[in-house]
T-cell receptor
Framework: DAGVTQSPTHLIKTRGQHVTLRCSPI?????VSWYQQVLGQGPQFIFQ???????GRGNFPDRFSARQFPNYSSELNVNALLLGDSALYLC??????????FGPGTRLTVL | RKEVEQDPGPFNVPEGATVAFNCTYS??????FFWYRQDCRKEPKLLMS???SGNEDGRFTAQLNRASQYISLLIRDSKLSDSATYLC??????????FGAGTTVTVRA
């Protein structure tokens, strides 16, 4: 079975632009979470979606939004990009609580 | 105060050595505990869950002390392939993982 997939792998944007990141969970997993990992730090929780409903949100500004589709894939949108949004964005899927499987991430660079 | 704090290291050890490090967590309501491994510029991967009774997985031993809110990881007989960043992870409410900043381990030949 395929693991969690994310696209694109790398992305370069300029300040003020908008970005959409995509994630497909492991087949059968209904929950998708998004994390931001800035260089030198651990991943920080952004959102979790379960059965297309937002289940939790981390301490991120409203510029960050997400959604989950009927096939359980998900998009993370970030508006009005700032230099500080440069990070590795990780998607994780889970079936049972406590077992999270991470995708390879999207590395976003904001210039 | 950060929810999960780790000794950042780096720990630089020779092959075959034993290395141990730990983390502390601030929320006593935390329910599940894990160690994840992250290689450079890669995604975190689950190394092992941590149980109150302590548990082993091959050369890796994890301990949890709920009273002190302290988690440890010990690696015996270190291999070159053990070089990585080890992330201490706490799950409080099923949907959110809280990560420490990671402990860097380098095993040298």
């Amino acid at each position: 079975d395929a693991g969690v997939t994310q696209s694109p792998t790398h992305l370069i944007k300029t300040r003020g632009q908008h970005v959409t990141l995509r994630c497909s969970p492991i087949s059968g997993h209904k929950s998708v979470s998004w994390y931001q990992q800035v260089l030198g730090q651990g991943p920080q929780f952004i959102f979790q979606y379960y059965e297309k409903e937002e289940r939790g949100r981390g301490n991120f500004p409203d510029r960050f939004s997400a959604r989950q589709f009927p096939n359980y894939s998900s998009e993370l949108n970030v508006n009005a990009l700032l230099l500080g949004d440069s990070a590795l964005y990780l998607c994780a899927s889970s079936f049972e609580s406590g077992r999270f499987f991470f995708g390879p991430g999207t590395r976003l660079t904001v210039l | 105060r950060k929810e999960v704090e780790q000794d950042p290291g780096p720990f630089n050890v020779p092959e075959g050595a034993t290395v141990a490090f730990n983390c502390t967590y601030s929320n006593s309501a935390s329910q599940s505990f894990f160690w994840y491994r992250q290689d450079c510029r890669k995604e975190p991967k689950l190394l092992m869950s941590v149980y109150s009774s302590g548990n082993e997985d091959g050369r890796f031993t994890a301990q949890l002390n709920r009273a002190s809110q302290y988690i440890s990881l010990l690696i015996r007989d270190s291999k070159l392939s053990d070089s990585a960043t080890y992330l201490c992870v706490v799950n409080r409410d099923d949907y959110k993982l809280s990560f420490g900043a990671g402990t860097t381990v380098t095993v040298r030949a």
